[in-house]
């Protein structure tokens, strides 16, 4: 625990004027960012009596080991680079929603030559409308499925329309009247443009016109007795006011704003957002927060209207902002909204009428979403803390591990060997520090010497970093040969979000350990008070004795066997063994399992890999179209080999040079062995082989490297 009299600035240093500022802890990782309109008074209220302060404060100026701010000339420029540095840094002790995910907007691709209706997530892009965003994605396509009886608007796929379009056959919504078909040429580009435009126009709230001129159609049909096209009308007007009623009007001036209600107690709070549209509610979104800071219900609200608008601009930025309290002060954020949508914001408190009444609604479900979410956690703060201070009393270590890093090892029957780390940060996950290590220093299976090897090279550069960064002071020469030529893989646990980083030594990483100079992410520069590792006293060892090689002895080692759930230390001939109902151990087991998943995962995209690979990968500049090419017109890799230069010339798209680099490579790659069919004992073609590889199944489910010693032979 650090004293923050220690790094107070000298009186006088700060500066009088608005500014942001960052408290950073002993390994320079930002924990705190904040902003003020006098840095002075602002910093000064941080180095009082710690008895003083609001506990949470107390926390984090006891964690931290330095300050350093950043003048700005207003306090509109100190929001938006508070906002920055919060996405950039993501500080332990800032206010965080902890629901992050992406609410779904009702999308329509107008930047397209044939526009598609769609459900889309994530960053907005441009030429493409966005309606809501929505609860959930079924109350979207429940919605699209109404309008399409009267805007037949395309909704596939690009790869469905091209064959559609290839086929001249349109898909089944084109038979039953619930898209125009432009792909086979029913309609137009241009009048396809059109039935979009009226769809936009629909949703953004102009639905009268189109129910009159429906009514009108259908009365002139019903007098010329069409009577089957006045009763398609009919069903029409039936669709479009249905759909309008799942939105009903709220607001009679058909105003646009957002209204915004926050329940709290002294932990968390719940933040409800009601998105009117043309006065009918659009969408709705939440979000729970723990209040790792002293903040009021005015410091919340600013903070949510940072992560409802930040990354935001124009009509997205509606007129009104109704909130349930104003931040102190209010015209920063009022210019700060102003600036993105680029005309006047009104952020307000409503008083009376309509909009009082709808933000009761909102205050409503904010007091629902909280007392839902406490039901859920039932007390998860204090769960986990109590699952930290058991471990700390059961593995005998000075304080509660606060980060805890955990290791596997992977594969199948010694191929593809791989390993993970994963990494809990006060009991909850830290994906974005997780990391993957291909095995390299041997070949076969041997689960012991991967991990020593794995445990080595990831501390390794975690002294290398202390070295460079000038944390390494003892005077000792740390070596770091092999650093360099490491090739550990790393990268998220999240499927289709994770962002991998490479340098010039090809190694791949993805994580959030911070430099000296800005806090941004580096390697493996954050180390764990507690290592654990999945298996016993054989894997315990090699960690614990890799650790003692590279000279640090203030790092905690422990395994968890998957067998009977028993806890090992090194140097320890018995295992602590932890009660079943306990916190401690649940949490052990929670980070072993993630450590176990995230192993087996890479292991099988890697194998996934391997099985996939073909002698013409090895062809420099040969893609996959022309790749493809070859085997349709030689009909399989057999035929291709036994084909002269001249005969694989013949493929359009492959000069004689590319022909000849073909033949080398197949020549040189060994032929596969003849499948043989189980069930019958003949042997197959390459075909029927080719097909057989791809349908071997997946083998039984893999075990970890503690359950390998009963299970070998099988992945691990």
Not at 178 to 186: E, I, N, W
Not at 189 to 197: F, R, S, W, Y
Not at 487 to 493: D, E, Q, V
Not at 521 to 541: E, I, M, W
Request: contains cysteine; proline residues 5%; negative net charge.
């Amino acid at each position: 625990m650090a004293d923050p009299s220690s790094y107070r600035p000298k009186p006088g240093q700060i500066p009088d004027s608005p500014g942001v500022y960052k408290f950073r802890d002993e390994h320079r990782r930002v924990i705190y960012v904040g902003k003020a309109k006098s840095l002075r008074q602002r910093l000064a209220s941080y180095f009082q009596d710690l008895a003083g302060l609001h506990p949470r404060t107390r926390t984090m100026v006891t964690t931290a080991a330095s300050v350093e701010w950043t003048v700005v000339s207003t306090e509109v420029e100190a929001l938006q680079l508070e906002y920055s540095w919060i996405k950039e840094f993501d500080p332990r002790f800032n206010v965080k929603y902890r629901d992050d995910k992406s609410y779904p907007y009702l999308a329509v691709t107008m930047n397209e030559e044939f526009p598609r209706v769609q459900v889309m997530r994530g960053h907005k892009r441009k030429g493409v409308r966005y309606f809501g965003p929505y609860g959930h994605a079924w109350a979207i396509r429940d919605t699209v499925d109404l309008l399409l009886r009267v805007f037949p608007v395309r909704t596939c796929s690009a790869g469905v329309f091209k064959n559609a379009a290839r086929t001249g056959r349109p898909c089944l919504l084109g038979y039953i009247g619930k898209c125009s078909a432009p792909c086979v040429g029913r309609v137009s580009a241009e009048e396809h443009l059109d039935l979009a435009e009226e769809f936009c126009d629909f949703m953004a709230g102009r639905t009268g016109t189109y129910i009159r001129r429906l009514e009108k159609q259908m009365t002139d049909a019903a007098e010329e007795m069409e009577y089957e096209r006045a009763a398609r009308l009919r069903d029409d007007i039936e669709a479009l006011k249905k759909a309008m009623e799942k939105n009903a009007v709220v607001l009679a001036d058909a105003t646009d704003a957002d209204l915004m209600a926050v329940a709290e107690d002294e932990l968390e709070a719940a933040v409800q957002i009601f998105h009117v549209r043309g006065g009918r509610v659009r969408g709705q979104r939440g979000w729970v927060t723990d209040k790792v800071e002293a903040v009021t219900t005015g410091d919340l609200v600013e903070h949510a209207l940072q992560q409802l608008y930040g990354e935001e601009r124009g009509d997205s930025v509606p007129k009104e902002v109704l909130v349930p309290a104003l931040p102190d002060p209010v015209e920063p954020v009022q210019e700060w909204l102003t600036e993105r949508r680029g005309s006047n914001v009104s952020l307000r408190i409503p008083q009376r009428g309509d909009k009082k009444a709808l933000m009761e609604t909102v205050q409503r479900n904010a007091l629902q979403a909280l007392g839902l979410h406490k039901t859920k956690r039932a007390s998860d703060l204090t769960t986990r803390s109590r699952a930290l201070e058991e471990i700390a009393v059961a593995l005998d270590l000075d304080s509660a591990p606060l980060r805890i890093e955990c290791y596997d090892i992977s594969h199948l029957q010694g191929d593809d060997v791989v390993a993970s780390m994963v990494v809990f940060e006060d009991g909850l996950q830290r994906k974005s520090e997780y990391r993957r290590f291909q095995i390299k220093g041997f070949e076969g299976q041997d689960d012991v010497r991967s991990m020593h090897e794995v445990i080595t090279r990831r501390f390794r550069r975690y002294l290398a970093e202390k070295e460079r960064t000038g944390e390494w002071t003892d005077g000792e020469d740390v070596s770091t040969d092999g650093a360099s030529t490491e090739n550990a893989t790393l990268g998220n646990a999240t499927p289709a979000t994770a962002t991998l980083e490479s340098d010039t030594t090809g190694n791949t990483f993805a994580g959030n350990a911070f430099t000296e100079e800005d806090g941004r992410p580096k390697r493996f520069a954050y180390p764990p008070q507690l290592v654990v590792v999945d298996g016993g006293q054989p894997q315990v060892a090699a960690a614990k004795r890799a650790l003692d090689e590279l000279g640090i002895d203030d790092i905690a080692v422990c395994g968890l066997a998957k067998r009977l759930e028993e806890v090992w230390l090194p140097h320890e001939d018995d295992p602590v063994v932890l009660p079943r109902t306990s916190e401690g151990l649940y949490l052990l087991q929670r980070v072993r399992d993630e450590a176990h998943r995230f192993a087996i995962t890479y292991q099988r995209t890697k194998r996934a890999k391997r099985f996939k690979a073909s002698p013409l990968d090895e062809v420099p500049g040969l893609g996959e179209t022309r790749k493809q090419a070859l085997i349709k017109h030689f009909g399989s890799v057999k035929k291709l080999r036994s084909a002269s230069i001249d005969q694989i010339c013949e493929v359009p798209g492959i000069g004689r040079k590319t022909a000849e680099a073909v033949a080398v490579a197949l020549a040189q790659a060994a032929p596969a062995a003849p499948a043989v069919n189980t069930a019958t004992g003949e042997i197959m073609e390459d075909e029927e082989a080719g097909a057989s590889v791809t349908t071997t199944g997946s083998p039984e489910e893999p075990v970890s490297a503690g359950a390998s010693h009963e299970r070998r032979g099988q992945e691990t």
